[in-house]
């Protein structure tokens, strides 16, 4: 199935953006720039107009979430949107029962956590996700040239929310069923897939120009459980847009020993982590386009010290054959904005070596 014809790679307001060329493993003149969590309590302008409101609901608020999607790209000037939603959204309009408690991230009423448990969940009717293909289609009409990158969370990441209850620090719960009850296990991972998937989709009917899956979990998995239970999960989230033809970035958290499995899951850019240096993620990936990877640590460095951390993450993303500037985990939410802003800056004021 094509893209609409109004689709911003179709109609090419977004086919030479610096973000879908560098996706595709272009060298644009400048180098794309954006951040992860870049919309949220950072900006004082989205804590005003979040003020005392629910955080799902500003979700499924199509102007609401619109507004706030277009908040970082106004103030930092940054080479993309993402799109405002969270990685559960999909999984409440199925139906499932989820808040995100502020601090702290989502929590589900009744975890799932047997083969009853998981033959129960609903599915996710096509339709529920118009409130969020309605806020997409307002974002893509005042972006113009800019991209907007829809997301969704990696079936691992979904289903450690959905096992645990809540957020966890090592997945204990999560990974004690995926090696206890294999079967129950798939069926659940493909659910989350399934409703990532769908989620993916519509973002990009609606008008998204690149989609990432946040795996921000996956770093706390050995490389055979990974590979034989999770990444077979994370393809077939990633397969439900390969037909449309868009960039797909697949970003994990913790992931230096999974770096070489990753592009079996079928994305065309991967996202790395502040750990690993991007030359020797280059080594490792060959011919992958890299995304990443400031350390959000040095948001809070003097500004001398920052900016040479910048162009060093710079000169080793040189060894990729096309680099996506990022952090190498999202915005913390007492980040100083003027400190986004000087990265971004800094970014464009930059030369690529390796541009005439
Ligand atoms: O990046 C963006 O600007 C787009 C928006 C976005 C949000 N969540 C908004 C949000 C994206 C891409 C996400 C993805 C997400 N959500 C992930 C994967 C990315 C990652 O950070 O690893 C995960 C694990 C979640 C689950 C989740 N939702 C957590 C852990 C939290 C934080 C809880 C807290 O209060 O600290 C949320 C809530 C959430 N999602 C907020 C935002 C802006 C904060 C809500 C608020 O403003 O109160």
Redesign the pocket.
């Known amino acids: 199935m094509p893209l609409p014809a109004e689709h911003p790679l179709v109609d090419g307001r977004t086919v030479g953006s610096p973000l879908v060329q560098a996706a595709r493993g272009e060298r644009p003149p400048v180098r794309p720039v954006w951040?992860?969590?870049?919309?949220?309590?950072s900006l004082p302008e989205?804590r005003e107009v979040?003020a005392g409101g629910d955080?799902l609901e500003a979700c499924l608020t199509p102007a609401l979430a619109a507004e706030i999607t277009l908040q970082?790209v106004r103030r930092h000037g940054v080479d993309a949107a993402?799109?405002?939603?969270?990685?559960?959204v999909p999984v409440l309009l199925a139906g499932v029962a989820v808040q995100?408690?502020?601090?702290?991230?989502?929590v589900f009423d009744e975890p799932v956590r047997t083969a009853a448990d998981v033959a129960r969940l609903p599915a996710l009717a096509p339709d529920a996700l118009t409130p969020i293909a309605d806020a997409v289609a307002l974002v893509v009409a005042e972006l113009g040239a800019t991209p907007l990158i829809g997301?969704g969370?990696a079936p691992y990441?979904l289903a450690s929310?959905l096992v645990e209850g809540g957020?966890s620090k090592e997945q204990l719960r999560t990974r004690a069923l995926m090696n206890s009850d294999p079967a129950t296990w798939a069926a659940l991972l493909d659910w989350c897939a399934d409703v990532t998937g769908a989620f993916l989709r519509a973002q990009v009917l609606a008008g998204a120009s690149v989609v990432?899956l946040?795996d921000?979990?996956a770093g706390s998995l050995s490389r055979a459980d990974y590979q034989r239970s999770v990444l077979p999960h994370s393809r077939r989230a990633l397969d439900a847009v390969a037909d449309l033809g868009i960039p797909r970035i697949h970003f994990g958290?913790g992931t230096e020993h999974l770096l070489d499995l990753l592009p079996a899951a079928g994305a065309d850019v991967v996202g790395v982590d502040w750990r690993v240096p991007l030359d020797e993620a280059a080594r490792r990936l060959p011919g992958v386009v890299l995304q990443g990877n400031i350390d959000p640590a040095l948001l809070f460095a003097p500004a001398d010290v920052l900016d040479r951390h910048v162009t060093d993450v710079l000169r080793r993303g040189d060894a990729a054959p096309a680099h996506i500037v990022n952090l190498g985990?999202?915005?913390p939410?007492d980040t100083d904005p003027a400190v986004l802003t000087r990265i971004v800056d800094l970014v464009h004021a930059a030369k690529d070596p390796r541009v005439e």
Not at 35 to 41: D, E, L, N, S, V
Not at 100 to 106: A, M
């Open positions: 951040f992860m969590r870049q919309a949220g309590r989205y979040r955080m970082p993402v799109f405002f939603s969270d990685i559960v995100i408690v502020p601090g702290r991230g989502p997301f969370g990441t929310y957020p990432q946040f921000s979990w958290v985990h999202g915005v939410p």
